[in-house]
Nanobody, 115 residues
């Protein structure tokens, strides 16, 4: 069956870094655009970043530009989100999302930025 499994979240101090991973199975990963979204308590889920199927196009939310980098390894069926210079306002549950012939969501991984 289709699975998207996020990992790499945790507690980090402001200014720190984390790398999230999203491992996919059950569908043709290389044919799907991969997104990262996040949702903070009491807020709506918001777009963070997207990478197209071949990895040649990427887009970011203004709030994370120059701090976050999305990437993918189609040989490993995995997408990544490198997060640097983390701020308390980056605290949220982070979800990966596959969009193509169908749409799939992972269960999320919690990122908490706090001193």
């Amino acid at each position: 069956q289709v699975q998207l499994v996020e990992s790499g979240g945790g507690l980090v101090q402001p200014g720190g870094s984390l790398r999230l991973s999203c491992e996919a199975s059950g569908f043709t990963f290389s044919s799907y655009s991969m997104y990262w979204y996040r949702q903070a308590p009491g807020k709506e889920r918001e777009f963070v970043a997207v990478i197209r199927s071949t990895g040649n196009k990427k887009n970011y939310a203004d709030s994370v530009k120059a701090r976050f980098t999305i990437s993918r390894d189609n040989a490993k069926n995995t997408a990544y989100l490198q997060m640097n210079s983390l701020k308390p306002e980056d605290t949220a549950m982070y979800y990966c999302h596959a969009r193509g012939g169908s749409n799939y969501w992972g269960q999320g991984t919690q990122v908490t930025v706090s001193s």
